[in-house]
DNA sequence: CGCTTCTTTCAGAAATTTGTGAAGTTAAGG
DNA sequence: CCTTAACTTCACAAATTTCTGAAAGAAGCG
C-alpha cells in the first residue's frame, strides 16, 4: 500500500483537528469528530479501522465507539473487501452533509413533545397556542429541507459536473 | 401575582422536562434546556428568576448561567420592570426558532476551516475537491435558509394572522 | 448615603462522560 | 476444526462538566 507522498501529514493532522474542534462545537462527541474529519480529509475518502487508530493515535475500541455513531448517523458507511476480516469505512462525499440535514428522526421527537405539550397545556391557552405555532414551524421546515436538497443537486451539477 | 389556576403543575411540569430532555439530545446543556422549556409553557412566555428557580428547583446561580447563554444565543431576552431589581426573561414565540436556524456563526467558521483544508491539501488533490464541495454546500445552505425564512413569515400569515 | 433585594461570580463537591486495556466474539484461511 | 486477525464489549480510572452555597456586586428606595 504506496503512502501517497506529496501530502504532508503535519498539514493533514492539523486541519483533522481543527475541523473536528468545529464539529465538537456544534455537538458532536470528540472521536466521532476526529475520526469523521480524518476521513474527510483523506485523499479516496476511505481508511481502515488500524490507518484511523493510528493517525489519530486512539485505540480500536475508540475508533469503534466513532465509527459506530458515524454509522448510525449515516455520515460514514462501513465496506468490507472480500476475503478480509478488515473493516473500511467511507466518507461519501456528497452523502454525508445530506445526512447533516437530515435530521428527520429528531425534529419528529421535537414535533411530538410539542403536541403533547399543546394538548397537555390546551390548544387554547397562550402558552398552547404558542407551541402549535412552533409545531407549524418545524413542519413547514421538514418540507423546505427536502426542496432545498433538490435544489442542491441541481446546483452542485451545474459546479462540479454530473459525478462529483 | 394571581397563580394561573386552570393549568396543571403537574403537566406542565412533565411537558417541560421532556421538551428539554429533547433540547438536551440535540445538543444543548441541561440547564438553558429546561429553562427555556419552562419559559415557553409559561403562558405570557415572561417569568422571573425566582419564578425559574422554584418551578425547576434549582439555584440562582444554575438560573443565572442558563439565562446567560440562553440571551447570548438570542433565544431568549431579558427585560426590566422600570423601578424595580427583578429581571424577567421571555421568549419571543417567533424569534427563537429564528434564532435555531440562525447558526450563521457556527457555518462561518465551519466554511473558514474548510477553505483552509482546501488550499493546505491542494485544491487539485481528491481530499481537496472534497472539501471545496463540502464547501460550496454550505455556502448554498447559507443563502437558502434566508430565503426559507422568508417563505416562512408568509406562510405563518396565512395560518396565524398578522401578528401572533 | 446606607439598607435591602436581587443577580452574578467563584471555588469546590458531585455526577457524568470519555477513552483505555483486557477479555470476548466473529470469521477467514490453512 | 483449529489458528489467528480483526472488531466489539465491558469495567474502571481519569478528566471534564455541572450545580451549588457563599460571598461579592449592582441598583432601587427611604
Redesign the pocket.
Known amino acids: 500500500m504506496a503512502d501517497e507522498v506529496g501530502r504532508d501529514p503535519e498539514a493533514v493532522s492539523k486541519f483533522v483537528e481543527s475541523f473536528a474542534a468545529q464539529l465538537v462545537e456544534a455537538g458532536m ?3 466521532p469528530a476526529r475520526v469523521f474529519a480524518a476521513l474527510l480529509s483523506s485523499d479516496e475518502g476511505v481508511m ?3 490507518e484511523l487508530g493510528e493517525q489519530l ?9 466513532a ?2 455513531y458515524l454509522t448510525m448517523t449515516h455520515m460514514v458507511s ?1 465496506e468490507r473487501e472480500p ?5 473500511r469505512y467511507r466518507v461519501h462525499g456528497d452523502q454525508w452533509y445530506e445526512a447533516l440535514t437530515n435530521r428527520e428522526a429528531l425534529i419528529k421527537r421535537w414535533e411530538g413533545a410539542l403536541r403533547e405539550g399543546v394538548s397537555s397545556l390546551g390548544a387554547d391557552t397562550p402558552a398552547g397556542r404558542r407551541m402549535a405555532e412552533t409545531l407549524a414551524f418545524f413542519e413547514f421546515v421538514e418540507g423546505e429541507v427536502a426542496a432545498m436538497m433538490e435544489r442542491w443537486r441541481a446546483h452542485r451539477r451545474q459546479l462540479f459536473g454530473g459525478e462529483g
Open positions: 462527541q470528540r472521536m481502515s479501522s488500524a493515535r486512539i485505540s480500536p475500541a475508540a475508533v469503534s465507539g465509527v459506530r462501513r476475503g478480509s476480516r478488515r473493516e
